[in-house]
């Protein structure tokens, strides 16, 4: 196994580091062509270019608010769902379960053209809440089935000796149940931020434009040939999901019986 250890960091490496190291570069640098002859000329000229975009600061924003609004949706919805139907037996529970996965088998957008009618007449079209509800429908799927899979190997018993030992729910969940979550918290949050920061046509529609997020930058950019440019915007949209989930992290480390860094 010991051996293995230096392959996989050299894999690792080359298939993930290497490439964004590489793209780092880039974006500090003209536009460069392999076998040109040119050498790499470093400047801010990318990153000039895409700050003086007026729109960037108002959608990195709109992006952030929406990216954590719909995390915290997730977290709740996934959480008690996934919890009912793993631990609770009750009639039409594969039905309901069964219900919950159905907006991953419905292309989102069919599913955005049709709320939009409707948020249109309940006044949440072209609002931040609507596209917070439309970026949940592609994303609370998979957090409900996280949980519940997560739930499911935590079993009742567990949690029925907190319960006879005199726990109270929040004390059992704050104590219990969080602190075991934990993998699954990480993971609907790298599911929820990269989906949710993903999506184009969705917010295009629910937001009637006024809400403007980064992939709505992005796709405009796509038409140029500028290599450093677009490798500039890529490191500036992957800072989003980066800072998002160090926030996550952080905050874990705020539950009990988590190893602190700062402490032996």
């Known amino acids: 196994m010991r051996s293995m250890k230096p392959k996989f960091y050299l894999l690792a490496f080359f298939l993930f580091i290497g490439p964004v190291l590489i793209l780092i570069l880039q974006s500090f640098s003209e536009v460069w062509r392999y076998q040109s002859g040119e050498g790499l000329t470093f400047n801010l000229q990318s990153y000039r270019i895409l700050l003086s975009d007026p729109n960037i600061v108002e959608a990195t924003l709109w992006s952030l608010a929406i990216g954590v609004t719909v995390l915290l949706f997730n977290l709740l919805i996934g959480l008690l769902s996934g919890k009912a139907l793993a631990l609770y037996s009750f009639k039409g529970r594969s039905f309901l ?78 104590t219990i149940e ?17 989906i949710s920061l993903s999506q184009y046509a969705t917010t295009a529609i629910i937001g009637g434009g006024r809400i403007i997020t980064l992939p709505m930058i992005f796709f405009p950019f796509l038409n140029t040939a500028n290599a450093s440019l677009m490798a500039a915007f890529s490191i500036w949209f992957a800072l989003l999901p980066f800072f998002m989930y160090t926030v996550v992290e952080l905050v874990l480390l705020l539950f009990p019986y988590t190893r602190k860094p700062w402490r032996n």
Request: aromatic fraction near 8%; glycine fraction near 6%.
């Open 178 to 194: 969080l602190p075991l979550l934990k993998p699954a918290i990480r993971s609907v949050t790298f599911l929820t931020i990269v």
């Open 97 to 174: 379960e069964a219900l919950f996965l159905a907006p991953i088998l419905v292309p989102v957008l069919a599913v955005a053209m049709g709320l939009h009618l409707f948020m249109i007449r309940i006044g949440l079209a072209d609002t931040w809440m609507g596209v917070v509800l439309i970026h949940l429908v592609p994303t609370v799927p998979y957090s409900i089935k996280i949980f519940h899979n997560t739930y499911n190997q935590l079993g009742h018993d567990i949690l029925e000796q907190a319960t006879i030992l005199g726990a109270t729910s929040f004390k059992q969940l704050l």
